[in-house]
């Protein structure tokens, strides 16, 4: 469990995992700082989890910015002088395309969101968990990348997850003597709204074609996971249960990847 004096700062707040992830810990007596660039999805947020009895503040920065994150992270300390827990949710899919056809712009917007922004995230709010003795972090990435390669010209997604999970796996070295645990969830299939920021081109080129006649997620028969389905094993993460966890990756996609 959260103790009512914890303070997590959660990125892509406003929808999705990010959102499910904030309101589950805010539930749990965390104080927590929703940031992202909508607004009125961060305000949507934190109005519910006011109303839910929890508390927080609404930080709006493009996580791909390092002084809008360096603002962010700084407000959120001045206001609560502490930081116990990071979840650097916020991604992008980005463009799915043969590597032929994908530009060089297409792949650094998606490097520029997924593995820049985890970086300024974690380069701006690592300080102050030493400041206030050490805590955790949860970087979500994918099975895309560090245990299935088969999702058609996602080859910029890909090496953003791949990176995101060798980040955690150096830093749980570096940060273990400042009592930070850092550790990294990898969702498969979830019902969350990812897809609206995905666009797709040459799939004919790139798929590898196999059929699953009894749905490609064993333990749900196809359905997909929900957000609360990885917002739970992030907070238990962040939680004293998870203190002897540092360094490992954890595999939320109900046995999909285990198929590919």
């Known amino acids: 469990m959260q103790s009512s004096d914890t303070v997590a700062l959660i ?6 995992i990010g959102k499910a992830t904030a309101t589950l810990l805010a539930k749990r007596g965390s104080y927590v700082g929703l940031l ?11 109005n519910e989890i006011r109303a839910d009895g929890g508390d927080g503040m609404v930080l709006t920065a493009d996580i791909a910015d390092s002084k809008e994150m360096r603002v962010a992270a700084d407000r959120l300390f001045a206001v609560r002088g502490r930081l116990d827990s990071v979840v650097a949710s916020a991604g992008v899919n980005g463009v ?66 791949a990176g995101q999970l060798a980040m955690v796996q150096q830093l749980a070295l570096e940060l273990g003597r400042h009592q930070i645990r850092i550790n990294a ?47 739970e094993v992030i907070a238990f993460l962040c939680s004293s249960g998870a203190r002897h ?11 999909q990847s285990l198929l590919r």
């Open 96 to 161: 799915w395309a043969p590597i032929d056809d994908l530009t060089p712009e297409e792949w650094d917007k998606t490097i520029a969101i997924n593995l820049r922004g985890t970086y300024l995230t974690l380069h701006h709010t690592v300080p102050k968990m030493k400041q206030t003795g050490g805590g955790a972090i949860v970087v979500v990435s994918s099975i895309n990348g560090t245990r299935t390669f088969t999702s058609p010209g996602a080859t910029a997604y890909s090496a953003t997850k």
């Open 11 to 16: 990125t892509g707040a406003g929808s999705g």
């Open 36 to 46: 992202g660039r909508n607004e009125e999805e961060l305000l949507e947020t934190l």
């Open 185 to 231: 969830v990898c969702p498969g299939k979830i019902d969350t709204e990812i897809s609206d920021n995905t666009a797709q081109r040459g799939k004919e080129e790139t798929e590898i074609p196999v059929i699953w006649p009894e749905g490609d997620i064993p333990l749900t028969q196809g359905a997909a996971g929900k957000a609360q389905d990885v917002a």
């Open 245 to 255: 966890v540092t360094g490992s990756p954890v595999w939320i996609d109900g046995g």
